[in-house]
């Protein structure tokens, strides 16, 4: 379910909001973190056609992960997440690996990424 200030915000969102709910349905009865829905709303936008670019964002790849610096029961959490993530998009994307080829470098690994939103 999600809540929109009007109608035209509503349309606006309604092709990311379709790949959403086709990907929560194929998971159910399970419900993935907001973490791993933020990391495919950004394997989404990245794959798909950008309308507009911002300087005023931060890219992706400008966000660390900071693995290298993390516990090892941190990891294995994150790991988890990771596995979540690449179940959840799988719907959407049947090669899945194939696809993520298509992302930027730092954000290949479902690990990295979950890393950066986590």
């Not at 349309?11 to 973190?33: D, I, M, N, V, Y």
């Not at 900071?66 to 596995?83: D, P, T």
């Amino acid at each position: 379910m999600a809540r929109y200030c009007n109608t035209t915000c509503q349309k606006q969102a309604w092709f990311g909001h379709k790949r959403e709910c086709k990907c929560l349905r194929s998971l159910l009865p399970r419900h993935p973190t907001d973490s791993v829905r933020l990391a495919a709303r950004l394997i989404f936008a990245l794959l798909s056609p950008t309308k507009s670019i911002s300087n005023e964002l931060y890219t992706l790849e400008e966000h660390e992960s900071h693995l290298n610096s993390m516990s090892e029961q941190k990891k294995q959490g994150l790991s988890q997440l990771a596995s979540i993530l690449e179940l959840y998009v799988q719907q959407e994307y049947s090669n899945l690996t194939q696809e993520m080829t298509a992302l930027p470098p730092s954000c290949q690994d479902p690990l990295s990424l979950i890393a950066k939103v986590g």
